[in-house]
């Protein structure tokens, strides 16, 4: 895991095309990408080290104290346009890590993924209770969060200790055409999502 890391994108059946970098001041690395259908732009993201810059052109996201997401867009020609990062905060456990990223066809990003204690996207501050959860958020095209949600175990927290391992953990997400959002992952214990309840299998994990 260097400091710096490459984004290209080919043209089909051609060896045109461009390729960009993502410069940080200290570690950070690439996890996944989407490409709008309807006008080539490209949603990118990964993790970056605590108190640190990543640089994408003139576009910059900024950590705090914590080791944290990054996201950043660029046009079909590889245009840097917007670059943000979601903050992650609280005690010296406190992390996140990307599952998946995904677009709508009006260019709305989709991201979902695993963190603990707190994480933050725009205004929505999102707590985690027990162990891991998962977290979902939407950004318009222009990087401004929407909406986040928070997928939890049901594991018992008192403030000092977690006395049930309830882990979920999001790593793919998806969007149909009516803006529905389809995720998964994997939990460990039980989880509530929405109204329903679900069970790991006879080893605790599904």
């Given amino acids: 895991q260097g400091n710096s890391f490459e984004i290209s994108m080919a043209e089909a059946r051609t060896a045109t095309g461009w390729s960009q970098f993502g410069d940080s001041s200290n570690p950070a690395n690439f996890a996944d990408l989407a490409v709008s259908e309807s006008n080539g732009d490209v949603y990118a993201t990964g993790m970056m080290s605590a108190s640190s810059a990543l640089s994408f052109g003139t576009q910059t996201a900024s950590s705090s104290a914590t080791v944290q997401p990054w996201f950043a867009k660029s046009d079909a020609s590889g245009n840097w346009l ?3 990062a979601a ?3 609280g005690g010296q456990y406190a992390e996140a890590n990307i599952g998946g990223i995904a677009l709508s066809s009006s260019g709305d990003m989709y991201v979902t993924g695993v963190f603990y204690d707190n994480i933050t996207f725009g205004s929505t501050n999102l707590r985690s209770t027990g162990y891991y959860d998962c977290f979902i958020a939407k950004a318009n095209s222009a990087g401004q969060w929407q909406w986040a949600q ?5 594991g018992d927290y008192d403030g000092t200790i977690v006395t049930t391992l309830d882990v ?3 790593t793919a997400i998806d969007v149909d055409s009516s803006g529905n959002v389809i995720i998964g992952g994997f939990f460990i214990g039980n989880t509530d999502v929405g109204i329903a309840t679900d069970s ?3 080893s605790g994990e599904d």
């Fill in 87 to 89: 903050p992650v905060s």
């Fill in 82 to 84: 917007w670059a943000n």
């Fill in 168 to 170: 979920v953990w999001g």
């Fill in 150 to 154: 928070a997928l939890h175990g049901n």
């Fill in 200 to 202: 790991g299998g006879a």
